[in-house]
């Protein structure tokens, strides 16, 4: 029990944040549960889930960290506020961050701040969860691999998006970049997959040299 707490606490202390991307439309209620499961193991873990939208997928993780009292920020950008789109706060879980620009403004966080990045199944509309998922993918084989920053997790949670991956992203990726995307059925998986990387983490944080 001891080394369980110990490893929890380095998650929580090196990942920090995580992001979540899915679809903003409403699904059947099995996913709503699973979801909802995988929002509550985030939680368990003291992580703070970092989401995009109110709606659907998205809002059912969000829906399942908040009943375990855990935290959650939803970002959006000031446009979508001043049309009415805004989060309703849950003081000590939820709260609504707003960015100046739609799309950069959100993805520096969304990107940037978090620890590690679960994609769940897109929708039969729209674009938004392909484009995060193959952002995310970009910035461990595009840029992380080049500067020789510390890459982050790319989980994917069930496998929606397997037979893709197989066919048209794996083959163009760098051999480096496949060995940071994880597929898993299990909410249980989450755990081992967050601790190998906090503990890289860690390794790399002592290396580095302060900048003076």
Not at 74 to 92: D, L, Q
Not at 186 to 211: C, G, V
């Amino acid at each position: 029990m001891k080394k369980e707490k110990l490893e929890r606490k380095l998650i929580k202390e090196q990942i920090k944040y995580v992001s979540v991307f899915g679809t903003f439309e409403e699904q059947g209620l099995e996913f709503v549960e699973k979801w909802k499961k995988l929002g509550k193991k985030l939680s368990e873990l003291e992580l703070t889930v970092v989401v995009g939208g109110d709606s659907g997928s998205i809002k059912d993780v969000s829906f399942g960290v908040v009943e375990n009292k855990g935290k959650v920020i939803v970002v959006k950008s000031k446009i979508g506020k001043e049309m009415g789109y805004v989060t309703k706060n849950i003081p000590g879980c939820l709260r609504g961050v707003y960015c100046d620009d739609e799309l950069m403004g959100k993805n520096v966080i969304l990107f940037n701040k978090s620890g590690a990045y679960f994609i769940l199944p897109e929708s039969k509309n729209g674009l938004g969860t392909r484009s995060e998922m193959l952002l995310a993918i970009a910035k461990i084989d595009s840029f992380d691999n080049y500067v020789g920053n510390l890459s982050k997790p790319v989980i994917f949670v069930g496998s929606f998006w397997k037979k893709m991956f197989n066919d048209d992203i794996k083959p163009r990726l760098n051999q480096k970049s496949i060995k940071h995307i994880y597929f898993i059925q299990n909410m249980s998986e989450i755990e081992p997959i967050l601790l190998k990387y906090a503990k890289i983490k860690k390794e790399y944080d002592k290396k580095s040299i302060p900048l003076l």
